[in-house]
């Protein structure tokens, strides 16, 4: 799945040349940069997530103080010059622990929702490509699974596991991976008869291959769309995990524990849980604005409207 | 297909995610760590004494039959006995389930009366100001953690303000109504307690908003995106070009038929439901099962978090049930084909 910049003039004209540079994954990526740009909205999602991303990896440098160092002179300070966002029960800095908690709550959602998208997508593609029983059972076990309550699933799977960062990651990727499932199975049951799946087949192509190279990079669109969505909500849950005690442990910074623990404090120091949760909140909001134009723009049901 | 293949097919499945969820929760209260007979017989007790314990939960059985066992004492109600309360779990939920019903009902009926307008509204006049305003509210319920949200309002309307009460469910020295329902709001008005409806209300206020909030923006979502489908059908721009007026062509026409797929909705939002309530029951220390579960899961009580899993679930695909069959009598399309 090499970009091609040559692929651009000499690419044929749709339906879903496969591999091309501009209509890579069947979606002709200038036109939705195009229309992307124009939405207000879309463009402060973006904006957003990009300070996000920003702000994690370049946490050692914009934070002004270790996120972990106790300074017992200043604790429960309001906000200040000093200290912007004010400070913890044991005088951490509450802004540099809300820089580095993006590490932890925004990689722990880009992290689950990589998981559940990578084996949703392969499972659906190959489940609906090859049909019969196997796409059976697999669909069975989806359904029961969809029919979880999926935070009640995952809050009782995070409990048995012990409570950690990484297990509130696993059983969220498992809850959501059925929403893969189903959607790449949908798209394999279509492209399954496109003229060139049909030629591969003839020119005895493995089904593995066919799969990897035909149905995957063709069927990415919606995919894209609902992983973007997804990411908002994986913060939220693993923040909401981590905020009943499932999640991420003392001293990690996390922004959901960070609310839990300023909950004792917030009739008095109510800049303590109020930061964190702000945080979480404007993450997932640019996360689903994002994921919301890309969809204005991808699904094809909402085309045209 | 006919409507009653339909039917079977709907209850086969039914049963099968029944299945599904009695296996799930049979494994993952397997995957608890630590050796439940070692943690029931104590810390200190002679290898005899877990070996007996073992025997006791039937731990030494083989898998199958332990599941088997697991299923027996499910149908007799036998969800274990909580490690915190020591009362059995199902008598732990059957107390704290009307605190959570009531919440719910309440979210849910705000959530539904502000949802529907606004996403009829935004429907009609797209891309306009109302439009605007209804997509941002429901990117940010949307976005919202439902437990801060709580923490927000609990600050303002209660510490600040000062207007409405903090947590529980009725104010100090006010008297439960008679147990009707269970739900306080109505109990108090079936039996004519001003005061004590009054405390409800004021009091349940706050949790529900909190809750319905999160759920409005994925309402209102809903509402216009079926509404705008609607409104670009041929019958609408017959009934457009047949002079009826707007408000009977919104009303008595798109929205009557904006509704139906809206119903499945309904359904999947009491997953919603469910976890909102979890998180919102514990910052207004709501006496429902969200809050019994979260208590439970800082003493490590795997009987009681199990038996919620297990209760909500089945609750939830069984009221799924339910929807997907009233869904069938509604749609016309469906109902027509048996």
Do not use: K
Request: aromatic letters at 10%; one cysteine or more.
């Amino acid at each position: 799945m090499s970009v091609t910049q040559s692929g651009e003039s000499v690419a044929p004209a749709p339906p879903n040349p496969p591999g091309s540079g501009a209509a890579r994954w069947g979606v002709d990526w200038r036109h939705v940069w195009y229309r992307l740009a124009s939405s207000p909205l879309t463009v402060a999602g973006f904006v957003i997530v990009a300070l996000v991303i920003a702000a994690m990896t370049l946490a050692p440098a914009i934070a002004p103080y270790d996120p972990n160092r106790l300074s017992l002179a200043v604790r429960l300070a309001a906000p200040s010059w000093h200290h912007v966002f004010g400070t913890d029960e044991v005088g951490r800095d509450l802004f540099s622990r809300v820089i580095w908690g993006s590490r932890a709550s925004v990689v722990a959602g880009l992290v689950t929702v990589a998981i559940s998208m990578s084996i949703g997508t392969c499972i659906g593609a190959v489940s609906g490509f090859l049909s019969g029983w196997v796409d059976t059972v697999i669909m069975r076990i989806m359904d029961v699974l969809l029919a979880f309550p999926s935070f009640i699933l995952a809050m009782a799977l995070a409990a048995a596991l012990g409570p950690s960062l990484m297990n509130a990651i696993l059983p969220i990727a498992i809850v959501r991976t059925p929403f893969y499932v189903r959607l790449a199975r949908g798209q394999a049951l279509t492209l399954r008869d496109r003229a060139y799946v049909r030629a591969a087949e003839t020119f005895g192509s493995s089904s593995w291959h066919i799969v990897w190279r035909h149905i995957l990079p063709n069927s990415m669109a919606p995919i894209i769309v609902q992983a973007t969505l997804d990411i908002g909500l994986a913060i939220l849950t693993v923040s909401a995990l981590s905020f009943i005690g499932l999640g991420a442990q003392q001293p990690t910074a996390e922004w959901g524990a960070m609310v839990a623990n300023g909950r004792a404090y917030f009739l008095d120091q109510w800049w303590y849980p109020m930061f964190p949760g702000l945080a979480i909140l404007v993450t997932a909001i640019g996360f689903n604005l994002v994921g919301d134009g890309l969809r204005e723009i991808l699904d094809p049901r909402l085309r045209g409207r | 297909m006919s409507l009653l293949q339909i039917l079977c097919r709907r209850l086969m499945l039914s049963i099968l995610v029944v299945f599904g969820v009695l296996v799930v929760t049979f494994i993952t209260s397997r995957l608890i760590p630590g050796d439940p007979a070692r943690l029931m017989a104590g810390e200190h007790a002679s290898q005899e004494t877990v070996r007996h314990m073992r025997h006791v939960l039937g731990l030494d059985e083989p898998l199958p039959r332990q599941f088997a066992g697991y299923l027996a004492r499910l149908a007799r109600g036998d969800l274990g006995v909580s490690i915190r309360t020591e009362r059995p779990v199902i008598e732990d939920l059957r107390r704290f389930f009307p605190a959570t019903i009531e919440l719910s009902i309440v979210a849910l009926l705000f959530a539904v009366a502000a949802g529907l307008p606004l996403g009829v509204a935004a429907a009609v006049y797209r891309d306009g100001w109302i439009d605007q305003v209804v997509r941002t509210v429901s990117v940010a319920g949307i976005s919202m953690p439902a437990f801060w949200l709580a923490l927000l309002l609990l600050d303002f309307f209660y510490n600040w303000l000062g207007i409405l009460p903090g947590t529980g469910r009725l104010d100090e020295g006010v008297a439960a109504p008679p147990f009707i329902t269970g739900m306080f709001t109505v109990d108090a008005l079936l039996a004519g307690q001003g005061r004590t409806m009054y405390s409800a209300v004021t009091h349940i206020a706050l949790p529900a908003f909190t809750l319905g909030f999160v759920n409005l923006g994925i309402i209102m979502r809903q509402i216009r995106s079926a509404m705008i489908e609607v409104l670009q059908e041929d019958y609408i721009r017959t009934a457009r070009a047949g002079g009826l007026s707007a408000a009977r062509i919104v009303f008595g026409h798109a929205l009557r038929n904006a509704l139906i797929p809206s119903v499945t909705m309904l359904g999947l939002l009491f997953g919603d439901l469910l976890y909102g309530a979890v998180l919102t029951e514990t910052i207004f220390a709501w006496p429902g099962m969200g809050n019994y579960v979260i208590q439970s899961i800082g003493f490590l009580d795997f009987p009681s978090i199990m038996g919620f899993a297990l209760v909500a679930s089945l609750a939830y695909v069984l009221l799924n049930l339910a929807v997907d069959l009233s869904y069938m009598m509604l749609d016309p399309q469906i109902r027509e084909i048996g």
